[in-house]
RNA sequence: GGCCGCAUCUUCUAACGGUUAGGAAAUCGGGUUCUCAUCCCGGAAAUCGGAGUUCGAUUCUCCGUGCGGUCACCA
């Protein structure tokens, strides 16, 4: 068995989204359950759809999420570069010899003459072959001439790892450009030279490749070279389903999922799970639960739709299973700025209330403001109330005056706050959802807050006191 | 349009040819001494259609239909 070598080739044309990392999780998940190699390689042939800074940023996106790889552009190996327009000097020597060999010929045609052929094919309604059309009189190649592959047409049956047996008629293998006039190589020329080279054991990518392989695999024995494994994966559509996600369509940077408090756990278990699972009904995979158990023969063959909630939902449980030092520590940041003049211990105590509300980091401002500011007073949220606005304004002050009497007694402490406000209950012989949600809107003034006797702890007692204080001034 | 592929609840998915078609998200209802959330219990919710093979089909075959991908000197 040869060892299995697998390659994340990314060309650097702007961010890393949902789509693409998961096309570089896969063979990362294969090469670290077999020990294997993880290549990045940057496939940069196209001079005028590269982005300035998409290499750092996709960089980013990877160390991120923890996809290390042993061998790329900052990571020599023995097979380098892992840039491709570094690599121009080995695709021209394979371009030469097929020239030479004759199963490639110079094809000096203009773009125009050639879609107009296309358009006489089309017009005609037959489909459009180039090998139909092949110049009868070729110049020799010489390099800085386009090069065309010629192709030896058959038909093909082959297995995808993914998508299992597959076949296709020969009027799926076509002649196709090797070699452009910029003197470097094409996509379809300069991956199969490198992927022989840098002796890559599976070739994992998406589904929008495998029309093409027909081509390939023709190539791949004009070339002589010895075939892979192949794995093409089903794309991740758009929240319609009606699209493979894609830039153009609003699909998001990875790194903003990461600026919003995603983490990076949640979101490898949420990439690797939409179209994969292990036959048993876990949800929950960590790193290492998912490089031991994936496969790509579980990968499921249809589209997955991007669905966010569930990877809100997915996040959220991660934040829950988070010790109280992590979160504090994946926190900085997310604070707000009201925050800024409270110590680590008081943050992680308010931290402690709101672990299992947080769905992603970036919700922490609204959910901990009223840890670190007098919101002001908002007699709505009483007229509100279903439970209190049955009350008028005097009788509630009556009730809220009695709670104060017992609380302004109290060392403030969980327990005796909770002891005192059950005993509060039965002195007003009041419900705790009127009660309770009086002593809470008055304490906090927010919509919503932790349990009470666990925010009014954290709250303190002269704050609490304060705002209770206040609140009676009001009604 | 040609070629290639895919098809289970709204969504992500499970189910050696034999299951009351399972789980999770979302949603609805109830419980956990207030709210939000967590947690627990419960409800509603699916095999695209038609033939065929078979004692028996979500599963195998064929035909439709729908959806996706691809037909560049882009990747």
Redesign the pocket.
């Known amino acids: 068995m040869k060892p299995v070598r697998t390659r994340y080739?990314?060309?650097p044309?702007g961010f890393q989204h949902v789509g693409n990392i998961r096309a570089a999780l896969y063979p990362w998940l294969i090469a670290r359950q077999t020990n294997g190699v993880f290549i990045l390689r940057i496939?940069d042939?196209?001079q005028a759809?590269e982005v300035e800074g998409a290499v750092e940023s996709m960089r980013e996106t990877l160390n991120w999420l923890g996809m290390d790889w042993d061998e790329g552009p900052d990571m020599p190996g023995e097979f380098g570069p892992y840039i491709q327009s570094e690599r121009k000097a080995n695709y021209a020597i394979w371009a030469q010899r097929m020239a030479d060999e004759g199963t490639a010929y110079a094809?000096?045609?203009?773009?125009q003459q050639?879609q107009a052929l296309?358009d006489t094919a089309k017009a005609q309604?037959k489909?459009?072959l180039?090998r139909e059309y092949r110049p009868e009189n070729p110049p020799k190649w010489e390099p800085g001439m386009?090069l065309r592959f010629k192709s030896t047409p058959q038909a093909y049956h082959w297995h995808d790892a993914i998508?299992?047996d597959?076949?296709?008629?020969e009027?799926?293998v076509d002649d196709?450009?090797l070699m452009?006039?910029?003197g470097?190589?094409?996509?379809?020329f300069?991956?199969i030279i490198d992927d022989n080279d840098m002796q890559i054991s599976h070739v994992i990518r998406g589904?929008?490749?495998?029309?093409?392989m027909p081509k390939y695999l023709n190539l791949y024995e004009a070339l002589h070279f010895e075939k892979p494994i192949f794995a093409h994966a089903?794309?991740i559509?758009n929240d319609q389903?009606?699209?493979?996600l894609s830039k153009r369509d609003g699909a998001k940077s990875l790194l903003s999922y990461r600026d919003e408090g995603i983490l990076p756990e949640a979101m490898l278990n949420f990439l690797a799970?939409?179209?994969?699972?292990d036959?048993t009904?876990q949800?929950i995979f960590s790193r290492e639960e998912l490089i031991a158990k994936f496969s790509l023969e579980?990968v499921?063959?249809?589209?997955?739709?991007f669905?966010e909630?569930?990877l809100h939902?997915m996040n959220?449980?991660w934040i829950?299973g988070l010790d109280i030092n992590s979160i504090y520590t994946l926190c900085q940041g997310y604070w707000p700025d009201t925050a800024k003049h409270y110590d680590e211990m008081y943050k992680k105590a308010v931290l402690g209330l709101v672990q299992?509300?947080l769905k992603f980091l970036a919700e922490l401002p609204e959910l901990t403001a009223l840890f670190f500011e007098d919101l002001p007073t908002d007699l709505n949220l009483i007229d509100a109330n279903k439970?209190l606005k049955k009350f008028s304004h005097a009788e509630l002050k009556v009730y809220l005056e009695h709670a104060m009497g017992s609380l302004e007694q109290s060392d403030f402490s969980v327990e005796d706050l909770?002891t005192r406000?059950?005993a509060l209950?039965e002195s007003t012989g009041q419900?705790?959802?009127v009660l309770?949600?009086l002593i809470?809107i008055a304490s906090t003034q927010a919509?919503?807050?932790?349990?009470?006797?666990d925010?009014l702890h954290v709250l303190g007692k002269e704050r609490s006191i304060a705002r209770i204080t206040n609140c009676l001034e009001s009604l």
Do not use: C
Not at 184 to 188: G, K
């Open positions: 080739a990314p060309s044309t496939e042939t196209d759809r094809d000096v045609r203009t773009p050639l296309r309604k489909p459009f180039a386009p998508m299992g597959l076949s296709a008629g009027e799926a196709f450009i452009k006039a910029d470097l190589p094409t996509y379809n300069a991956h589904i929008e490749y495998i029309a093409s089903p794309h559509m389903g009606n699209k493979k799970s939409m179209g994969w699972n036959g009904e949800e579980r499921q063959r249809s589209g997955a739709r669905d909630q569930r939902w959220g449980s829950r299992e509300r439970q909770t406000l059950n209950l419900k705790p959802g309770f949600s809470r919509p919503f807050s932790p349990a009470l006797a925010t």
